[in-house]
């Protein structure tokens, strides 16, 4: 059982997705409705189904500090990670040189960026032609928290999270734990995913993929769109928050395998229930405290049944979200975009409508916000449903108290 805990200052944001460069980019995209998915332009794909692909210069090396030709030889996840953290260091008034004298962790979350971006050696492999070894260089040389604290000389604990769509939610709650328990000073966590044609045909061998922009919680929803980005939050310690920047707080974290299934969410949501058990009391707070809610919507029948279930049990009145309309599921990102677009949501007092929803689920019996909505709160939710049955809940408050 996960005991109260001290809330946690989170002092910088960054976000990098199809919606936009930055997270002021994403805001905007998100206010005007965006939601604009193409075909694949990354990979050769059989079937087009649409995707949300980042608009960005991946071979830009963000720090101008390494050799820029080993910062281009790194993964595309590394090069979203690595423009995310760089936004989030600058909104925390922090330089890369500030980081020597501190002890700085890196965790992120990631599930495509540690295992599956070998294909073109593969299929060389199996087709008896000659290998091309700059993919296996560029493969050991991209484990996401390792590369990040190489480029940014940093010393302290680092961790890769791959818990499938829940990694990037879960990078951030534990390196909430590292500042509660003294690990480090600064810990840089979140969660980045590149497009990939492992998991595009996977995706698709599943029936969950829509022919269409995606449609979260709408009576016509027909499966998701896949996407990229990376979202990154800054975390300081108690005894640097003299004087220092807050955006706001990690105020709770639960995470919770519910067993039920490999791919689809238990009908009754039983870990996501035990998951904001946690975090409530970690965060010392009630139901009644949630201001809102950032869903997981994938627009799949299946998952925002159940969500639709859990919501209309437990929080009937709480206005939510659901932002994959404009970002498509960045898979192991997912969780750390939707952290940080939710804590971005509170600090500026207003809730986007949320695209790609238009007709209300009777079957569902309740509905994501259709219009933007000013909120005046201190405590807001996001979760993430993953893959083997995990399901994770952040509490982010503006203020230390609910």
Known sequence: MISHGKPVRVSGLGCVTAAGRNLAACLTALDEGWRSPRPPELFPAERQFPVFACDLNMSDNPFCLSDPAVFKAMSRTVH??????????NDAALEIEDLASLRVGVCIGTSVGTSLEF??????YRAGKEDPLDVIHRYLSSNPALALARLLGTRGPIQTVTNACSSGADAIGLA???????????????????LCQIIYY????LQLQSAAACMPFDKKRAGLNLGEGAGIMVLESTERR?????????RGYGTCTDGYHLTAPHPNTRGLRTALKHALTQAGALCGDI??????GTATPTNDAAEGAFFRE??????????KGSTGHTLGAAGAVEAVFTLAHLIRGKLPASPGFFEEDPALGISPINKPLQVEARLAMTQSIAFGGN????????????
């Open 314 to 323: 437990l929080f009937p009145n709480t206005p939510f979200i659901a932002t």
């Open 391 to 402: 399901n994770s809940i952040l509490l982010l408050g503006t203020e230390n108290t609910a």
């Open 80 to 89: 979203l990670a690595a423009h995310a953290v760089a936004e989030a260091l």
């Open 119 to 124: 294909y073109d050696y593969y299929r060389c």
């Open 202 to 205: 996977g995706f698709a061998s």
């Open 176 to 194: 909430a734990d590292w500042i509660r328990n003294g690990l480090c000073d600064i810990a840089i966590c979140g969660g980045a995913d590149a």
């Open 291 to 296: 201001a809102f809610i950032n869903a997981h």
């Open 242 to 250: 003299k004087n220092r920047k807050t955006q706001g707080f990690i």
